[in-house]
């Protein structure tokens, strides 16, 4: 499984996350990771952008419920088959 570092931009500690599926919609990236290589984990989905020099790529979080909606229908397989149930929104 790929395994990505985010390097958040306020300084905080670098997170790891490891990509589960990746995905194009209307020609833009979207990353499905999660916090943990096994068991139980927190999934999100990731909007790939790229940075304005061009030398590295920026994540930030689908956070709109219309564009998770259409994301999650392409990543509906795979949640299947890897047995993700998902829970939407705040709890």
Same mark, same amino acid.
């Given at each position: 499984?790929?395994?990505?570092?985010?390097?958040?931009?306020? &300084?905080?500690?670098?997170?790891?996350?490891?990509?589960?599926? %990746?995905? %194009? $919609? #209307?020609?833009?990236?979207? @990353?499905?990771?999660?916090?943990?290589? *096994?068991?139980?984990? %927190?999934?999100?989905?990731?909007?790939?952008?790229?940075? *304005?020099? &061009? #030398?590295?790529?920026?994540?930030?979080?689908? *956070?709109?419920?219309?564009?998770?909606?259409?994301? @999650?229908? $392409?990543?509906?397989?795979?949640?299947?088959? @890897? &047995?993700?149930? @998902?829970?939407?929104?705040? *709890?």
């Amino acid at each position: 499984m790929e395994k990505i570092v985010l390097i958040p931009e306020d &300084g905080a500690s670098p997170e790891e996350f490891y990509v589960l599926d %990746t995905a %194009t $919609l #209307a020609g833009q990236n979207y @990353l499905l990771v999660t916090d943990e290589e *096994e068991g139980d984990g %927190t999934a999100l989905i990731f909007r790939e952008l790229s940075a *304005e020099d &061009g #030398a590295e790529v920026i994540y930030e979080i689908v *956070e709109d419920d219309r564009e998770l909606d259409a994301v @999650l229908t $392409l990543f509906a397989d795979t949640l299947k088959e @890897l &047995g993700i149930d @998902l829970e939407v929104g705040d *709890e």
